[in-house]
């Protein structure tokens, strides 16, 4: 499965609102785990099996909580059984097809 998720926390009481120091956190446990992933301004995706992933959307958001009063956590998945390497392969997949 590939999931791309957004974590943040909200209640943070910083001045500029930032959530830069947070958002560090949840991308550390997931360079961490191993897992293929790739982050992007709005959302990090990481590729593994059902659990893996889970578990590590589980403990990144467990790293964001210290730093406000409530999490936001916003997930969404292609769950493809049979499938791996895809998080660069559709990509790859989509810039061929915009060569056509």
Same mark, same amino acid.
């Given at each position: 499965m590939?999931l791309a ?5 909200s209640?943070?009481g910083?001045e ?14 997931v ?9 992007s ?9 059902w659990d893996e992933?889970?578990d ?5 958001t @467990?790293?964001?909580?210290p730093?406000?009063?409530r ?9 493809r059984?049979?499938? @791996?390497g895809?998080?660069?392969a559709?990509v790859?997949r989509l810039e061929?097809a915009l060569e056509?």
């Open positions: 590939i998720f957004s974590v943040a926390p209640g943070t910083r500029d609102a930032s959530v830069h120091d947070a958002v560090a956190a949840a991308v550390r446990v360079r961490d785990s191993g897992l293929p992933n790739r982050t301004a709005m959302f990090t995706e990481v590729e593994g099996s992933v889970m590590v959307v589980k403990r990144a @467990e790293a964001v909580l730093f406000g009063s999490v936001s956590l916003v997930m969404k998945a292609d769950i059984p049979g499938y @791996e895809e998080l660069d559709k790859e061929r056509l």
